[in-house]
């Protein structure tokens, strides 16, 4: 059952009884229940599932079914997400170290992880290459010798 009662903690208190209508049954979640069983889930997932497990359901199922499908090699898969957690725009640590390790037990070579983050790193050079012709446009012309005009 879940129930979006803000009372449900409170024995005592009298709009507890109000939130009884509140509560909904429990829908099912095969995706949910297939990450779990495969030990890929995440533990940081598990707050939003209990505040909204057919939310959490209809996104992992979005977001994992391209990883199920088979389509891509699952050493490949890993490479993404080591990318998509190390990347500058994420930095979620718990999830490279996650990835990394499955990698390497997927048969990667602390090469392919190398030029994979190396790959990755790459995304920062985009601050450099959207601000520069910015701060350039706002100082002004630049004469001959590098300084302003």
């Known amino acids: 059952m ?22 909904t049954p429990t829908p099912a979640t095969p995706m ?4 779990r069983a495969l030990g890929r889930w995440n533990p940081a997932w598990q707050p939003f599932y209990e505040l909204d497990p057919a939310w959490t359901e209809r996104f992992m199922a979005m977001g994992a079914a391209p990883m199920l499908s088979g389509v891509l090699d699952p050493k490949v898969i890993e490479f993404i997400a080591i990318a998509v957690d190390a990347s500058c725009t994420h930095l979620y640590a718990p999830g490279v170290r996650r990835h990394i390790r499955q990698a390497l037990a997927l048969g990667a070579t602390a090469e392919e992880i190398t030029a994979v983050l190396q790959l990755t790193s790459v995304l ?18 630049v004469d001959a010798t590098g300084g302003l005009a």
Do not use: F, K, W
């Open 124 to 141: 920062g050079i985009h601050t450099m290459s959207l601000a520069a012709p910015i701060l350039q446009e706002e100082l002004g012309p």
């Open 2 to 23: 879940v129930s979006r009662c803000p009372h449900r903690s409170s024995r005592n208190d009298p709009q507890a009884e109000q939130c009884a209508a509140m509560t």
């Open 32 to 35: 949910c229940d297939r990450l």
